[in-house]
């Protein structure tokens, strides 16, 4: 007999973070890499409903790689566009202060 029947103890089924509310964060920093990231968070229940466990825990890898890409390089490329902003305003700042008018 198979365990799950009666009289025979069943495994809980398995609970996997699928990191859709990573991927959702992730779309607003680098859409380009945060589209795959959503797209694998979106197969981890259906994989997990469907008894195969090790496909959602790839799908669930699968998310959490796109989505920590697509957060690194958009938190990176913002802190970019602010370092080059500070240093324009200090240009621009030094530059206007030092005009003989």
Partial sequence: MQPGYPGYPSQPPQQIDNNMTMSIISLFLFWPLAIPAIMAASKV???LQQGDYAGAQAAAADSKKWS???LIIGISWYALCLICCVIWVII???AA???PY
Wanted: charged share 10%; glycine share 0%; hydrophobic share 35%.
């Fill in 92 to 94: 621009s700042v030094t």
């Fill in 68 to 70: 920590k890409l697509a």
């Fill in 45 to 47: 229940n259906p994989l």
């Fill in 97 to 99: 202060s030092s005009t």
